[in-house]
């Protein structure tokens, strides 16, 4: 989705385009852009009434404030609703998958005329809303941050989109390697990477926050209530709060069983018989998606209870009308790593025996490691899923063409580490017994001792006041201690319990990049939280963090004719999650009970034995496995990075931690996917082709200029202010 809001009213899809105002606060780069018509030195300023628009573009709405859908849209996910056909200037767009009917969107119309707007993010579903009432433009972002919306100035006024790259091509912008640091350095830290992007002059807005625009001029305000920064709410009922996330999290899946079933687009014919290959995997083979509905179905709690409760919930969940009702179950072998996952495995198999299930299993051994096959899509953003796309792909090919994952469930329903410095803020000390005890019975040395160093450390993040906390962080990347100690379940707890922490790659960064990402905390510390309970920013932050990892792994694994789906990361259900008690959060198993109660509302009492079990994840001697195969081709890639050429990393000194950890040398594995992800986005970013506008000036509308040209380089310098939401 891309639209714009300017000042000018001849400004949008046709007719001429006047050049800024003086005096309106523009700030774009004095040439390149479409009002440079005016130029005597522009070779386009003799034809000065021109055009843009995106590339592939359907027109939703024109002048004075077009908006496009942009890509490969469904129809039934573009829905328009105007208010009176009187008034064409008040209107509502929804984009994606929408759980409400049309006169539920008439009606929350009317209400959005008055300036309410909370109640337009309140359908099952996981979807964007645009509001034009008159020449006021209302775009409302999501509440994890699965579906962002960017903006930027241009042109005199003010240009949105649920991408980035595309205003960046509008506007010709650069790089901004200090945002590139900041990934690497703390990813899910919002102070550290505010509301930028990796693209200079391209802004996000904050998850849970809209984008308002009168006549180009810009407002970010927050929709939900605000509650006291300080003191804690009264505790929600647990009974109630688990109520609300089963309510939730069914009514999500229902949005997506009763919208229309979509078939693939027709592709070769079938070869026929292959040995070794029935007809799911021959349609794989050949980049298909099934008709009807699927989900993953790993063995874990999440995957299950979707698979599960789509399975049962009345209708027919599977496949179109006439070819069975059967919902496709998608399970992922590793041949490469068969030990660590045997439990997981006899849980899928146990789960598939349900008969509403088709079960399918996809196995692979080497060809799908990580680092196998590093080709891929241009994603929007850089993202640590660019490693192993293409084992995730081969699974999903495997799929239907509505496809539901697990992903988010671990964020929204579990509790960060520093929720238990929460709870002795709030003087709940006796529910930490049950999480310390649990914590103790996984330490290998010591377990004596793990409740006490949990506890203190707990104690003085509740005694850390927020500026503090910020400062004490851009002090430890300043001095270099940014080397992981994280070796285990207490490790990792004892780390997580600080209001900002390095992330697994910033031990290789350059001093220039720690010293950039230390002055962005530095300054973050000055302005004011959004919460000053430390359990509650980092969860959020952890959140967004996973949302903007889900898009750009959607973007990465794309099967055409396919929509993936993560309920959990919908508005409704992450709310309802939100209300959950903390004291219920922290307990061992919490998620697991939760979902089987969710389960048990489907009519689905009986579970394999082992559920909620938290198996130890192959992905780490997969990766290592991974990297040893793809060792020679990791190198060639690190022989000149342009991570280097950035001043981001010592190349030499990357090269030597993928030949330490291909050796079997405990090195953060996780890190170095960041660094493979990041590296090879820039290389694909750089060696692109083409445009996302179109129009007389389209040979202008690139952003970054592709190879040779020299990336640019750090200039450590404090990033300006994040607008504060109104009355916060």
Same mark, same amino acid.
């Given at each position: ?146 579906? $962002? ?7 005199? #006024? =003010? &240009?949105? @989109? +649920?991408? !980035? %790259?595309?205003? /960046?091509? *509008? ?119 099934? $008709? ?7 063995? #874990? =709690? &999440?995957? @299950? +209870?979707? !698979? %599960?409760?789509? /399975?049962? *919930? ?415």
């Amino acid at each position: 989705m891309v639209g714009w809001s300017s000042i000018a009213a001849s400004f949008g899809t046709a007719g001429r385009v006047p050049p800024p105002a003086p005096g309106t606060g523009y700030d774009a780069p004095p040439h390149g852009g479409i009002a440079d018509a005016a130029h005597a030195d522009d070779p386009a300023g003799r034809d000065a009434e021109r055009t843009v628009h995106p590339v592939g573009a359907q027109l939703l709405w024109g002048d004075p404030d077009p908006l496009w859908a942009v890509g490969d849209w469904r129809p039934d996910e573009i829905r328009t609703i105007t208010a009176d056909p009187a008034d064409p200037f008040t209107r509502l767009a929804v984009l994606g998958c929408c759980g409400a009917g049309d006169e539920e969107l008439r009606r929350a119309l009317y209400a959005a005329r008055g300036g309410a707007l909370r109640h337009l993010t309140e359908w099952p579903g996981s979807y964007t809303a645009v509001v034009q009432t008159g020449r006021r433009i209302t775009v409302l972002g999501d509440l994890a941050g699965a579906r $962002p919306v960017f903006y930027t100035p241009w042109a005199g #006024g =003010t &240009a949105y @989109a +649920t991408a !980035a %790259l595309p205003l /960046a091509d *509008l506007i010709e912008a650069q790089l901004d390697v200090g945002h590139l640091a900041a990934l690497l350095a703390c990813p899910d830290s919002p102070e550290a990477l505010g509301d930028g992007t990796p693209y200079a002059g391209v802004r996000r807005i904050p998850p849970g926050h809209t984008l308002i625009l009168r006549e180009g001029s810009r407002e970010i305000t927050g929709y939900e209530p605000v509650a006291s920064l300080a003191v804690a709410t009264p505790e929600a009922d647990p009974e109630g709060a688990v109520e609300g996330v089963r309510e939730a999290l069914t009514a999500a899946v229902r949005a997506r069983l009763t919208a229309p079933r979509h078939a693939p687009d027709t592709l070769l014919p079938d070869p026929g018989p292959v040995p070794g290959m029935g007809p799911a995997d021959r349609r794989a083979a050949r980049g298909a998606p099934a $008709p009807g509905v699927g989900a993953d179905l790993s063995g #874990g =709690t &999440a995957s @299950a +209870t979707l !698979a %599960l409760l789509a /399975a049962g *919930l009345p209708g027919a969940p599977g496949t179109l009308p006439g070819s069975g009702s059967r919902l496709l179950a998608v399970t992922f072998n590793d041949l490469s790593t068969p030990r660590g996952r045997e439990g997981e495995l006899e849980r899928a198999h146990a789960l598939a025996a349900d008969p509403r299930l088709h079960h399918v299993v996809v196995a692979a051994a080497d060809e799908a490691l990580p680092y196998a096959d590093l080709d891929g899509p241009l994603t929007d953003e850089p993202g640590p899923c660019l490693v192993t796309a293409a084992r995730d792909r081969r699974r999903l090919a495997a799929g239907s063409a509505d496809h539901f994952t697990g992903h988010g469930a671990r964020q929204v329903l579990d509790a960060h580490p520093a929720r238990m410095a929460d709870l002795l803020l709030d003087r709940r000390r006796r529910h930490l017994l049950r999480p310390v005890a649990a914590l103790a019975r996984t330490a290998a040395e010591g377990p004596l001792l793990v409740p006490f160093s949990v506890y203190s450390a707990a104690r003085r993040l509740a005694r850390t006041p927020y500026r503090a906390g910020i400062e004490a962080a851009a002090a430890r990347l300043r001095e270099g201690g940014v080397t992981p100690t994280v070796s285990g379940p207490v490790d990792a707890s004892l780390a997580a319990l600080t209001w900002s922490r390095p992330g697994p790659a910033a031990g290789w960064l350059t001093g220039e990049a720690l010293a950039e990402v230390s002055i962005r905390l530095r300054a973050a510390a000055g302005r004011p939280p959004l919460s000053l309970r430390p359990g509650e920013a980092r969860a959020r932050a952890l959140l967004a963090r996973h949302a903007a990892d889900h898009r750009v792994f959607e973007q990465a694994v794309e099967v055409r004719s396919q929509r993936l789906h993560a309920p959990f990361l919908d508005n409704q259900v992450v709310r309802a999650a939100r209300a959950l008690p903390e004291s219920l959060r922290v307990q061992p198993g919490a998620r697991a009970e939760i979902l089987r109660s969710v389960l048990a509302s489907a009519g689905v009492r009986e579970l394999p034995p082992g559920w909620g079990v938290t198996a130890p994840g192959p992905n780490e001697t997969a990766g290592r496995l991974g990297l040893r195969a793809a060792l020679g081709s990791l190198l060639a890639l690190f022989s000149a990075p342009l991570l280097a050429d950035a001043g981001l990393v010592d190349a030499r000194v990357v090269r030597q931690a993928l030949t330490d950890a291909a050796d079997g040398r405990p090195v953060p594995l996780d890190g170095l996917a960041e660094l493979v992800s990041m590296e090879l986005w820039l290389r694909r970013l750089m060696s692109r082709r083409g445009t996302c506008w179109t129009g007389t000036s389209t040979p202008r509308r690139r952003a970054v200029p592709p190879l040779p040209a020299p990336l640019p380089r750090l200039t450590p310098s404090a990033p300006p202010p994040l607008p504060r939401p109104a009355g916060r």
